[in-house]
């Protein structure tokens, strides 16, 4: 088991729904970061929160809408999304600020647009 | 050249195997040095940490750094089928995302 804990495991959803992605850790971690990572390939990077502010967006499509409501919870809501965003998407923190400390990951959210 | 390059594989051994992996890097400015290990259907585990050039052992696994060569690797001892996973070298300068290797897939074959 992991220290940063994901849910839901798995989510299938239509383009058209609205739906969300939850990240917790209670680490005192202060810095936390969504990934989308596809078959065969590493994480890439969408967003950075430090001090729960948002400090990166990697070119993120708006249908990605992250959200960090305290220093322990991520959220990532996700609506009018295509097949191709079909990935695992992981969370991941870090004690301070990005990226001078190891990330420790969760085991994701495996989601499927219909 | 690119800033990251990791073999891919497969990579498929006995059990009992040493098993050598391998990173070089171009970027200068990369001050910390990571391998994690993931297996199917999870998320990235940290497995080494290290920010400056020598060995660092934990149990079965060595990580070594050479910051002259650019080049880190991860030893894995007397190696399991449990071992068998994807494993992927990560880097950063500080302040700046961290940046993956392509991950090398590891079957140890009992």
């Known amino acids: 088991d992991t220290e940063v804990t994901q849910t839901p495991k798995h989510l299938v959803m239509g383009m058209t729904n609205k739906k969300s992605l939850k990240c917790e850790q209670h680490m005192g971690h202060r810095a936390m970061y969504w990934y989308k990572q596809k078959a065969k390939k590493p994480p890439e990077l969408m967003f950075v929160?430090?001090?729960?502010?948002?400090?990166i967006n990697e070119s993120v499509p708006s249908r990605f809408s992250p959200e960090c409501p305290n220093s322990s919870l991520l959220n990532l809501h996700l609506h009018a999304l295509q097949p191709e965003d079909s990935a695992l998407y992981l969370c991941?923190?870090?004690?301070?600020?990005?990226?001078?400390?190891?990330?420790?990951f969760g085991d994701g959210t495996r989601l499927s647009i219909l | 050249q690119k800033e990251v390059e990791q073999d891919p594989g497969p990579l498929s051994v006995p059990e009992g195997a040493i098993v050598s992996l391998n990173c070089t890097y171009s970027?200068?400015?990369?001050?910390?040095f990571m391998w994690y290990r993931q297996y199917s259907r999870k998320g990235p585990e940290l497995l080494m940490y290290t920010y400056s050039s020598g060995n660092k052992e934990d149990g079965r696994f060595t990580a070594q750094v050479d910051k002259s060569s650019k080049y880190i690797s991860l030893f894995i001892r007397d190696s399991q089928p449990s071992d068998s996973a994807t494993y992927l070298c990560a880097f950063n300068s500080g302040n700046t995302p961290l940046v993956f290797g392509k991950g090398t897939r590891l079957s140890v074959i009992a």
């Open positions: 991941a923190s870090s004690r301070g600020t990005p990226d001078n400390q190891p990330q420790h």
């Open positions: 929160y430090s001090y729960e502010k948002l400090s």
């Open positions: 970027n200068s400015a990369f001050q910390y």
